[in-house]
């Protein structure tokens, strides 16, 4: 079954938001979030975005939500 690679997503999340020139305050505005810790725990791959800010996500780095997610295909 595939499953989603959280430290490599994280990677590409960080690796978007700096080729957008986003901060990480950036996203927090445009997300609605209190505080930029979920960002933070995207980054380093603790945990996911959901379905909602990753199609968030999707529209500011201009990319499909595929692009941001690592998946490993095991088989």
Do not use: E, H, Y
């Not at 994280?10 to 990480?24: D, V, Y």
């Amino acid at each position: 079954m595939p499953t989603v690679d959280m430290v490599r997503t994280g990677q590409n999340i960080n690796r978007l938001r700096k080729q957008t020139g986003l901060s990480t305050a950036d996203l927090q505005a445009a997300l609605g979030l209190s505080s930029p810790r979920a960002i933070f725990k995207w980054q380093r791959g603790d945990c996911l975005p959901t379905v909602d800010n990753l199609v968030v996500l999707a529209a500011l780095f201009g990319v499909r939500i595929d692009d941001i997610l690592a998946i490993d295909v095991a088989g």
